[in-house]
């Protein structure tokens, strides 16, 4: 089966800190990605899909490099509410549609 | 919001009974994902049905772990007989399966502890 690496972290940030997360993954036939974010105790949510290049969202930003086959994830102006788990996904390829989760990386922000 | 809908969100069991975990998808999703979560594991891909049929559950042990779609509304995840082994967060999800792109609602999970 196709592998999605992440960094398990924890990362632990100032608020108003800047973080990136990296996620590699094998199967270069991928064409699209996600971020999904998961609180603690609590089931996984969508926060980004990239397609193309990339994707900016507030301040959220997601920047696909597929020569190296990487995701990354950036923060910006961290807030407390942003300490949650993120994961990384990618589609397992084909037109069957399964997802491969990585195992996500924790943040944590603090005061 | 539509969402996905899971029963029971908790249940502890003695080794060796028979668990039934239910999933009720979002109406019009014609993909269901089974999906396990423990701490050392991350989340690891049970089984999935694209139009109610088994597409991949090659993750499920399949001495012990069934999974069905008797309708379009309705998927589930049995156990027989259940192990500690077992005991985690079974999520269900639901999407639209496009080729490609399949964005995935999950539901609350149902937190499985067996004794």
């Known amino acids: 089966r196709k592998e999605v690496e992440q960094d398990p972290g924890p990362f632990n940030v100032p608020e108003g800190a800047t973080v990136a997360f990296n996620c590699t993954y094998s199967n270069s036939a991928s064409q699209s990605f996600f971020w999904y974010r998961q609180d603690c105790r609590k089931e996984p949510k969508l926060l980004m899909s990239?397609?193309?290049s990339g994707n900016e969202d507030g301040r959220f930003t997601a920047q696909l490099n597929r020569a190296s086959q990487y995701i990354s994830l950036l923060i910006r102006d961290s807030k407390l509410s942003d300490s949650a788990t993120y994961l990384c996904?990618?589609?397992?390829?084909?037109?069957?549609?399964?997802?491969?989760f990585g195992k996500g990386t924790k943040l944590s922000v603090k005061p | 919001d539509a969402r996905v809908t899971q029963t029971p969100r908790h249940k502890v069991t003695e080794m060796g009974q028979e668990v039934t975990m239910r999933c009720q998808p979002i109406l019009g999703h014609n993909t269901v994902f089974w999906y396990r979560q423990t701490m050392m594991q991350g989340l690891e891909l049970l089984a999935y049905f694209r139009n109610r049929a088994p597409l991949d559950d090659s993750g499920m042990p399949k001495d012990r772990f069934s999974a069905e779609m008797p309708d379009a509304t309705l998927a589930t995840l049995k156990i027989q007989p259940s192990e500690p082994r077992d005991s985690a967060v079974y999520f269900c999800?639901?999407?639209?399966?496009?080729?490609?792109?399949?964005?995935?609602?999950f539901g609350a999970g149902s937190r499985l502890t067996v004794l």
């Open positions: 999800a639901s999407g639209l399966g496009l080729s490609g792109a399949n964005v995935l609602t």
């Open positions: 996904v990618v589609p397992e390829g084909g037109s069957q549609g399964n997802l491969i």
């Open positions: 990239v397609y193309s």
